[in-house]
């Protein structure tokens, strides 16, 4: 193959490459959606340094080394009719940051009155997944108890904030807060709530209660997260940037090849 056709074949394998990385950020941001009815976990980042975070920027945000962010943690239950029939008490699990990336330190897990009833604990921070950033909680398959976040009330809390407009109805209840402090690395990663589990992975009747429709649910049922993510640079920026570098040794390869026939 001549220099033209493998500048040719480098420039089809980068591009396949931006476009396999665009599609698996598609569909990451796809998985993450929230989901119509049941409980999901919901992480809101409300602050960064003190300052409210932009509109529409609570689940994406562009930190760097020495931010500090405020997250909210949210119960949000919906069930499939339009009646605000829907109650929260109780969930217990960990609060991680992905497995490598941007390194995020967790601090200051604390759950929110009235889930700050008999049993319930705001976690401690641990390096749940040895990547040199602190998580809230052991791993959740039978971690150690006492690190664990569990917002529970007395009560099964009935008088969530109802969601306007939202059909079928849906409520909402604050049940805790984190911090997180970035701390080094970068690279995409995200946070995200992951519920207390039995040693060998099956859920358990005991970490999670909460009603859909007037109906009790458990930590045996199904429930969604909606994490906070990190972007990773635009892949259109990291694409330009490729073909520019690709460009210039192009031109290189041609001057150096001209000189060469030159001296031949
Ligand atoms: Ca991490
Ligand atoms: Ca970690
Ligand atoms: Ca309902």
Avoid: C, K
Wanted: hydrophobic share 40%; proline share 6%.
């Amino acid at each position: 193959m001549n220099h033209a056709g493998r500048r040719r074949g480098a420039i089809r394998r980068t591009a396949a490459a931006v476009a396999a990385a665009t599609v698996a950020a598609i569909a990451f941001a796809a998985t993450a959606a929230p989901a119509d009815a049941g409980l999901m976990i919901d992480l809101r980042a409300t602050a960064i340094n003190g300052s409210p975070t932009p509109a529409g920027g609570m689940h994406d945000i562009d930190v760097h080394p020495g931010d500090v962010v405020s997250v909210q943690i949210v119960a949000v239950v919906s069930g499939t009719n339009n009646v605000n029939d829907e109650a929260f008490q109780a969930i217990h699990g960990s609060i991680r940051s992905g497995n490598g990336g941007l390194l995020v330190d967790m601090s200051q897990s604390a759950v929110v009155a009235p889930f700050n009833g008999a049993g319930s604990q705001g976690g401690s921070a641990v390096d749940s997944d040895g990547d040199g950033d602190l998580d809230i909680g052991s791993p959740p398959n039978g971690g150690v108890a006492s690190t664990y976040f569990i917002p529970r009330s007395n009560t099964m809390e009935q008088n969530g904030t109802p969601v306007a407009g939202a059909n079928p109805a849906r409520e909402e209840f604050i049940i805790g807060a984190v911090n997180f402090t970035v701390t080094g690395n970068s690279g995409e990663s995200f946070i995200t709530f992951v519920r207390r589990a039995n040693p060998n992975g099956t859920g358990n009747i005991a970490y999670g209660t909460w009603v859909e429709d007037g109906v009790g649910h458990n930590g045996l049922d199904p429930y969604t997260v909606s994490p906070i993510r990190f972007p990773v640079p635009e892949p259109s920026s990291a694409a330009l940037t490729t073909l520019a570098a690709l460009g210039l040794l192009a031109r290189r390869r041609r001057r150096r090849g001209a000189s060469e026939s030159e001296n031949s």
